[in-house]
């Protein structure tokens, strides 16, 4: 971890952190009076970088979008906001505030900064990405200042941004070496760790403007336990930082470097020995968590399966005057899930109805996957359950063992339950199936 001589900011935390330790000040002064000078404290601490800060940002309380960078640039009465999620910087008021001790608080609408805690976030009513926009202060540590979300408690780390660095060519250099890092089309990380051999894999929900999560799952044996961590990531303009420490195999690991010589990010901290690589994702996987879609072949499934798809086209045909055209599997990074589209048609008209869907593979196997139906739906997904989909997900939900046509660029993929002996079917990557108008057109 590079360490930058921030000594000025440093003074002021030092001085902050003395007066803290003073026995004389803390037992002579009203608590109200001790949390005044506190606050004027931090406000100098804040205003006092030339170049402002950077902050390391994790919407959500448990961390499952990952860590994203703002920059932040105070004066006295406001703040200038700048992050890898916006092209333009968004100036707002801020202020300091006694509650819960030492508050900082971003109380007037920031476009950028709020886009974080903004409930009306499309695709996400109500809810938004959960972030917090008041925070208290905890102290410093290591030329940092350490601030807790007072609404989901994650901790944010800041520090200054050196005089040398702009604005401009820092979050150029994040993107850029976001581009580098991001595995190519059907490949995944892979992680070692003292010449041992870590499946690691790149989950978490990801915002409406990300193709990915920023979260790894790391699944790894140590003695006779399987283990798993689940580590938040955060992008640097050198690589990556995981949000806490790990700990695997009585190593530390939490930075990662890219080397350009290697190809590989490169685990920079102390007398430790681990790489981040790129590895070509098992099927399992690519079919869980790439965008492809893939449609189900309804001529290639076995004939109780075939009888519930048959079922539920009478229903909606008798009550809805519609039919099924077809029906497709695609992965959501956002909600971190597949979405079952069933499209029904009245000879003109596409109707979608969606059903979410857990495809998750089935842990130390490449070849394997557990499907699970979330019981969410929208409005037409919800009419097509009710209308003999039911019977179908029920059938649905299992675990499978899955086989591809070509394994470096599958077409078709079979799926054979491992415990429902009667269900298997393909699905097809590619759909040739005529227009509903062209349809009835030939009738």
């Not at 005044?36 to 800060?53: C, D």
């Not at 105070?74 to 030492?102: C, H, N, Q, W």
């Not at 109707?351 to 699970?372: A, F, G, N, S």
């Not at 298997?424 to 509903?436: A, I, M, R």
Request: with cysteine.
């Amino acid at each position: 971890m590079k360490k930058l001589p921030y000594l000025l900011i440093f003074g002021f935390l030092l001085g902050l952190q003395s007066c803290v330790q003073d026995e004389e000040d803390i037992f002579n002064k009203p608590a109200a009076e001790r949390l005044s000078e506190a606050l004027q404290a931090y406000q100098k601490i804040l205003t006092a970088p030339e170049n402002g800060w950077v902050m390391e940002y994790y919407p959500k309380g448990d961390c499952s979008y990952g860590g994203y960078t703002v920059l932040l640039s105070f004066t006295e009465e406001d703040v200038t906001v700048a992050s890898e999620i916006s092209s333009r910087s968004a100036k707002s008021l801020y202020s300091l505030k006694e509650d819960m001790g030492p508050v900082l608080s971003f109380d007037t609408y920031n476009e950028i900064f709020h886009f974080f805690s903004d409930p009306a976030i499309p695709g996400l009513p109500g809810l938004g990405y959960e972030g917090d926009y008041e925070f208290i202060f905890m102290g410093q540590e290591n030329n940092e200042l350490i601030l807790k979300g007072k609404k989901t408690g994650n901790t944010f780390r800041m520090h200054p941004l050196s005089k040398n660095q702009s604005w401009e060519q820092t979050l150029n250099d994040l993107k850029s070496i976001i581009r580098t890092i991001t595995p190519p089309d059907y490949y995944g990380y892979g992680l070692t760790v003292e010449n041992t051999e870590i499946f690691l894999t790149q989950t978490g929900r990801a915002l409406t403007t990300e193709p990915n999560g920023r979260n790894f799952e790391i699944d790894y044996i140590e003695g006779k336990d399987t283990l798993t961590i689940n580590a938040p990531f955060i992008y640097t303009t050198s690589g990556i930082k995981l949000y806490q420490p790990i700990q695997i195999g009585g190593k530390t690991l939490q930075y990662f470097d890219w080397s350009e010589i290697e190809r590989t990010l490169v685990c920079s901290d102390n007398d430790v020995n681990a790489r981040i690589t790129f590895d070509p994702m098992p099927l399992n996987k690519r079919f869980c968590y790439t965008k492809e879609e893939w449609y189900f072949h309804t001529g290639i499934m076995s004939s109780p399966f075939r009888e519930k798809w048959k079922e539920a086209g009478e229903l909606v045909q008798s009550g809805q005057g519609l039919r099924i055209y077809q029906a497709y599997l695609s992965y959501n990074a956002e909600l971190e899930a597949q979405i079952l589209n069933v499209v029904l048609t009245d000879g003109y008209n596409l109707y979608e109805c969606l059903l979410l869907i857990y495809c998750r593979p089935v842990k130390w196997t490449d070849d394997q996957l557990e499907i699970e139906f979330t019981g969410k739906v929208d409005d037409n997904g919800n009419a097509f359950y009710n209308s003999g989909g039911e019977a179908i997900l029920q059938m649905l939900n299992g675990k499978y063992t899955i086989t591809c046509d070509n394994p470096s660029k599958p077409a078709v993929i079979m799926f054979k339950s491992t415990d429902k002996q009667d269900v298997w079917f393909q699905f097809c990557l590619l759909y040739t199936s005529p227009s509903p108008r062209d349809t009835e057109r030939s009738r």
